[in-house]
């Protein structure tokens, strides 16, 4: 008899079912996330599982690698594309496991990237480096806010790199608004340290593998942003198409067509943040290093607003990066921007 498998898993708890081919349920528990304890549970059936389904939450770790230590087929659900059917009028755990074990069992359960399990952690540094990166940012705009608001000028950014403990003093002779722009200051300084900490154990771990060695020939993308492209696209062979590479990279836009009509817009939130943020960084650097590109930016921004313009950099420096890692030659300006 051929069984299938779901885990509907929560912070501190799953729920826990296995049906057969007529989507009986064989068995259906809550249990504690611990990983002992579930597969003694499973143990029973796993001669007979097919395979067993996971949700792509964010604490999945730990039981993906240790179902698959133990032999068990896991499938990663991709529950931003599952939709069950509108008209139920109750739903809880115990459903939504069951609903992804039928899935699966029909074979048609929207699956996601099991990232290799070796090669996490060196990514999780470069997502903890971009992290510290923003922190940055966040305390550099709250100084200019701040001065904006109490003195009526305005700061560049550069500027408050370059202020000193005695420059706030005299800029702001208030002591609490003083006060509150050191803090920002030292956060930032703190931010500072432990991003270049996070990039020399980074470059120190891995090293551009030979598919990926190109990505520093296009304009924008330095040593760390493609660690980054690298890191999270993992196996660019995963992406049929340049299509769906870009989708990923959340690099078009989403719309309901009906009729010829437009009827809402579909999740633009699904796929990689940090492969949004690294190609929307390349585009911002390309637009200021590449005469060709910033023409190409400047044509579009006349157009359109300047937010749409640089998405439309950075999509194009998506597509071409995509056949770069696909077929491994370096960039060519002129396929990517005419």
Known sequence: MKLYGAIDLHSTNNVTVVIDEQDRVVYQKRLPNDLALILKELS?????????????????????????????????????????????KYTDDHSDAR????????????????????????????????????????????????MTRNTGSSLSANQIKGLDI??????????????AVKANLSVMGSADEQTEILEHRVTELVKLRPQFRF??????????????????????????SVGNFASYCRCVGSQKISNGKK??????????????????????FAIRFNSKIKSFYQRKKAKTKGVVALKAVAHKLCRACYYIMRDRFPFNITKAFG
Request: no cysteine.
């Open 263 to 284: 009827k809402g817009k579909g999740n633009t939130k699904n796929g990689n943040k940090y492969l949004a943020w690294a190609f929307v960084e390349a585009a911002n």
């Open 215 to 240: 990505l520093k020939t296009v304009p924008g993308i330095g040593e760390i942003l493609a660690l980054t492209i690298m890191l999270e696209t993992g196996d660019i062979r995963r992406f049929s």
């Open 166 to 179: 005695q420059q706030v003093d005299e800029l702001l002779p208030n002591g609490d608004l003083a006060l």
């Open 99 to 146: 609903w992804l074990a039928h899935l699966l069992r029909l074979g048609v359960l929207p699956q996601g990237y099991i990232y290799p399990k070796a090669e996490r952690p060196v990514r999780d540094l470069l997502r903890k480096r971009s992290q510290m990166v923003r922190q940055r940012t966040t305390n550099l705009l709250s100084i200019q806010n701040l």
């Open 44 to 88: 029973v059936y796993q001669s007979e599982l097919q395979g067993i389904v996971v949700e792509s939450t964010y604490n999945w770790y730990w039981l993906v690698d240790g179902l698959m230590a133990e032999g068990y087929k896991v499938h990663l659900a991709n529950t931003a594309a599952i939709q069950q059917y509108e008209g139920l």
